[in-house]
């Protein structure tokens, strides 16, 4: 099996550690970024958790996103067929895979408060499970359960946080999507060893917000899997050490759409006042859009607990933006 890692602030200063139970046993050495962990830390993480000395409580800690900037966020986009049906899509797998991205600067820590610009009405959540890039992929690449580890280094969750009523009305996905801690990331990277990639099909991913269960599925669900979509994202760009690839969220976030009110809001041509009416028409009044205050929850793991990426847990607060903003 693979090992828990986790990245922390300790007296000011950033660290990463093995997970071990409720202990995180700090790594010797310095790495700047996940890519230099990546290229000189695995092996002392072993080391480190075969001698399990002098660990430290994990709720004594701050903990820290282990993805770390510079890092491309790439995103598979409707990747489940309930949220297909939820946003007004066809349920069934679509011809083509859903690709875009997020901004690297909204990568956000795993207890980091979600800041929203006071403007987005329609805060939405998405908890997503996260592919961590384990080397440079600079051609395409036929990616299998026999060599998936040799390409990815490791599982996170993820929170693909988004502005509902940016995404829709500007027809803004990247801008919706990429607002400064709207990328949740963490608490654990759980590097992966040859044998895990069994699990990458049976994870179950649960999102709460206040308590209340939102999101519930498994990994199995998903339409477009790990191994072709890396394949299919190597023939066209390039991928580099540390780079995170979200892999869609399950069904349950607060957006609801009939297919008509998808064909509407995604006219290029239609006036933004009539998708702004159409899109206040129809979710104002749903009730599971995230407001001020509310706690958001993200739980991902395997049946059996081999696979734990540990808690991410996040409050909501709304910002009024300035004029430079």
């Known amino acids: 099996m693979g090992i828990s890692i986790v990245r922390y602030s300790d007296k000011g200063n950033t660290k990463w550690g093995v997970v071990k139970g409720e202990q995180v046993y700090p790594i010797p050495g310095h790495y700047r970024t996940l890519a230099t962990f990546l290229e000189e830390g695995v092996q002392e993480a072993k080391n480190t958790l075969s001698r399990s000395n002098n660990g430290i409580a994990l709720s004594a800690i701050q903990l820290l996103s282990p993805v770390t900037s510079p890092a491309q966020v790439v995103c598979q986009g409707a990747n489940y067929s309930a949220h297909r049906q939820e946003a007004g899509l066809q349920g069934e797998r679509p011809p083509f895979n859903l690709i875009f991205t997020k901004a690297p600067s909204s990568i956000s820590g795993p207890n980091d408060d979600i800041l929203s610009p006071s403007h987005v009405n329609l805060l939405d959540y998405e908890i997503e499970l996260g592919l961590v890039i384990k080397k440079e992929i600079t051609e395409e ?3 299998d359960k026999d060599n998936f580890h040799e390409y990815v280094a ?9 502005a509902r009523d940016v995404q829709f009305t500007e027809g803004q996905w990247y801008k919706a999507k990429s607002y400064r801690s709207f990328c949740p990331v963490g608490p654990i990277l ?22 209340e269960v939102r999101q519930s599925a498994s990994t199995q669900q998903l339409l477009y899997k ?13 991928f580099y050490p540390g780079d995170l690839l979200l892999t869609g969220t399950p069904g349950g976030v607060a957006l609801k759409l009939t297919s008509e009110d998808f ?4 006219n290029p041509v239609a006036k933004l ?8 028409e129809g979710q104002r009044e749903n009730g ?27 409050k909501v607060k709304f910002y009024l933006k300035t004029k430079t903003q």
């Open 141 to 143: 690449v036929n990616v």
């Open 154 to 162: 490791g599982f996170v969750i993820a929170n693909d946080v988004s």
């Open 288 to 314: 599971h859009y995230l407001t001020e205050g509310d706690v958001v929850r993200c739980e991902i793991k395997s049946l059996d607990g081999e696979i734990n990426l540990g808690v991410q847990e996040n």
């Open 226 to 238: 790990p191994e072709e979509s890396l394949k299919e994202l190597s023939g066209f760009m390039s």
């Open 273 to 280: 006042d009539d998708k702004i009416a159409r899109l206040n």
């Open 263 to 266: 064909d509407q809001l995604s």
């Open 190 to 211: 759980y590097l992966i060893e040859p044998e895990d990639t069994s699990y990458l099909h049976n994870l179950e991913l649960t999102l709460t917000v206040n308590g």
